[in-house]
């Protein structure tokens, strides 16, 4: 859980790897996870949650600021700190960019 | 008063203007119905201001006026206001349109009725409309575009543009039956600017325009470069960020969103620096829930309103909306759902602000306003 608060405090840049989503709601994300290969259903679905404003497409190779989130540790925190209170999104579309050195 | 620099503030001198018919915004001249005058004292429109950004010369189209390359201005939202001449109401009202539109939404009917910004200050409210960043007047960054036409980024590196289809607004605004153009039976949106009916147009549509969203950058200047840390309101560029300096320049401000827009109030009140939001409504959701502790114990001194119109085939309110109330009204806040059918009000699409019965949601939201911002 410490550790957990140390990530969440210290937010770092992550790399999309793949066309994904963000949303207000894990329950959302584990909705759209669950029908990703249904392409139509799948579609349909983040379609109307982007207009209604629940979702946000992130297009792959988008850089965002992200912890990984406290309550479920498969979802990262997404732009938090850019547009509070952030969106959640699948973990395992994201790698961690390296920072080079850089602070 | 940063965002407010170089706006045409008059409200120093006693307007009274009068707006008739004939000058009323609308898409279909013949359509326009007669209204009152409106007497005002001001109006006017400005900029939050965006950034400037270098455009290298490779970048100028048309290629001609390469040698201008330059600094350009990026995601400045657009704000136009009125203020009536009896003011009625201690914050002004703050709005912004949803996914695909513009502030047109909430202007002049695409049936030419009064629209609720006109009525909004008929009722005495100071009344602001915003056009979100990268939509209509406000401005966005086209530069992505333009490195993928002279082939600095591959085009699948270009944002997507979302672009409504009627098929869509008959699905999302809930309508009825899009293969038959049949609208449900106690339907109270306009039909007949959607093609529904003999003698009907496609008015409505002429609002429905390019979203470019994507656009938006995920991380601000000065946060790209290995670790982040936090932002402040001036350093970012996105429309919850700009109303929230909005409100603050205005000293208090009730922030009102629909559909896509419609977490932006909330949004805006957590940003970094966020004092102005007095309160938030959101029409047709807009919840999360995915708030921290701080976030509940900024909102929970926010009067927060949620308006759901009629035809859903879900369940109102949403999860994230019903863990949303018990997180604000359980930490002492005051946050209320109206469904409009349940308090009598049946028939209305998710385009509420166009509905026959407009007025009538208005003054819902009024009399909330009235008992609830204090």
Redesign the interface.
Known sequence: MIFAALITA????YVATVTTFGC?????ITKLQSIRLERKAFQTEL??Q?????C??????????GSI?IRNSSML???R????????APLRDFKL?P????? | MKGMKGAALLSAVLLALVLMPASAPAQEYRDLKPSPPLFLRGEGSFFIDGYTQPIAAKYISPSAFASDAGNSMTNQMYVQYQKPLEKQHKYPLVIVH???LSSKSWQTTPDGRMGWDEYFVRRGFDTYLTEQVSRARSGFNALQYQKVLVGDAPP??N??I?I?TDA?AW??FRWGDFSTLTPYSDEQFPMNTVGVGPGSTLTFYNQVIPDL??TLP???PG?????????SPSA?Y?T??SMATLANDLKGAILM?H??????P??AA???GSEGVRGIIQL?????????AA?IDILKHIPILIVVADHFTTPQPT??CVEEMQQINGAGGDMTFISLPAIGIYGNSHMMMLDHNNLQVADVIIDWIDRHVK
């Not at chain 1, 207000?24 to 959302?28: A, G």
């Not at chain 1, 982007?50 to 629940?54: C, E, L, R, S, Y």
């Not at chain 2, 047709?284 to 921290?292: A, D, P, V």
């Open positions: 210290s937010p770092l840049l207000t709601s894990i329950d959302e379609y109307e982007i207009f209604d404003g629940q946000v497409e992130i297009a792959r190779g988008t850089l965002v600021e989130e925190l997404v732009d700190q850019i547009e509070p209170p952030g969106f959640e960019k920072t080079g050195g850089k602070k | 949803g996914c695909c699948s590196s944002p997507a979302l409504a869509f699905s999302v969203n994507s995920n991380v601000t946060c790209a470069d290995g670790t982040c840390t936090p932002s970012t996105s919850p960020a969103g559909s896509q827009s419609s977490g932006y909330t949004m957590l940003q970094p047709e959701t807009g919840c999360f829930s995915n708030l921290t976030d999860p994230p």
